[in-house]
């Protein structure tokens, strides 16, 4: 089909929301759809929004108003809303935007194509498939810059981190076979793109739904042998799923990156029981050194949380040891955020904002530590930046 439209979007929050983007882009190019990067240039805008936190939900309303004003003007003929805060909040966003002529969930993301038809037609639009139907392993059309990409190996999430809304949003953990995985990576590498970034909510779980077993080691040893690729790096990996074998790829496999990040949110063990985390002082402080030890100039980041429900001043100065002994080499902090639906939302001993807006004085800290030399250079500067731009939550 050959049409006169084009279609702007505009994706929000992480890099698997990234991926889904692609995905529908890809369809809408070979639909006959022409793609640009200006809203001003758009006859329909899709905005792939995040519904993560609060912070995330109020950018994606922020971006919807602010292409409203542009169909106001004239300048766009429709907008349609996807990803998890329209998954979240299904109709809500529609009668509380009128603006807004469709609301598709993450699993209508293949209906893409038709949803944008119909909106441009003056159609309103609502559909939310189950979730088991969101596409984990189509043709994408590529938005990263061409010698990287993401590479998504599975979706939804079972952990049930008592402050985490992704289950309720994005469903139970499914997973891509290797096949899949692997053939996409030759497509990407066949294209030019040198450097793949494996993603998901927990790559470390990956094998465990189809194989029955942790495979992330043996996937990235088939992933090293294809021609072409020169990095391999993994993001979101759970402390308590690093297993010795994959400590020993990530050391001694050439392509891939001694970079992981491991998000842990604190080092307190009662915090972490009560946001259904394992782990400890004691016990990741051990692991840390082991990988340190067994990887090679091994890069470190991570994110921790503050002002979860409960946290006493004496578990608060427990992860800032923490980080002072560990001397991670990237670090984020955010505030935690109430999320509805999520078993922390009801919990006791909820944190008054104003303390919780108090997470400045704990990068604050990390000024104080900077002086003192007792971070490393690469940390120094990355808190630097985090002392003068607004933070944002990578779980």
Known sequence: MKNNFKIGMISLGCPKNQVDGEIMLNKLKNSGFA???????????????????????????????????????????????????????????????PEVDAVIGICANSDIVKVCQKALCGVKTSIFPNKCYLPLDDTRAVSSSSHWAYL??????????????????????????????????NMLASDGVKELILIAKDTTKYGISLYGEYRLAFL?????????????????????KITDELIEVIANEEKICSYIDMPLQHCNEKILASMNRSGSYESLKSLII??????PDLSLRTTFMVGFPGETEEQFEELCNFVKEMKFDKMGCFEYSPEEDTPAFEFANQIDDVVKKGAPIFLWTFSILLLRK???????????RLLTVKRTATI
């Open 35 to 97: 793609i640009v990067d200006k809203i001003e240039e758009s006859d329909a805008v899709i905005i792939n929004t995040c519904g993560f936190i609060e912070d995330a939900k109020k950018e994606a309303i922020e971006t919807i108003l602010e292409v409203a004003e542009y169909k106001k003007a004239g300048i766009v003929s429709a907008i349609i809303v996807t990803g998890c805060l329209a998954e979240r909040y299904k109709d809500e966003v529609l009668k509380e935007m």
């Open 152 to 185: 998504k190996l599975s979706d939804g999430c079972d952990n049930r981190c008592s402050y985490c809304a992704i289950p309720y949003i994005r469903g139970k953990y499914r997973e891509r076979t290797v096949d899949s995985i692997l053939n996409e990576a």
């Open 220 to 240: 990235l040893k088939e992933l090293a042998k294809i021609k072409g690729l020169e990095w391999i790096r993994v993001f979101y990996c759970y402390p308590d």
């Open 290 to 295: 082991k990988m340190r030890r067994e990887i």
């Open 374 to 384: 007792l971070i490393r250079p690469k940390s120094a500067r990355f808190i630097k």
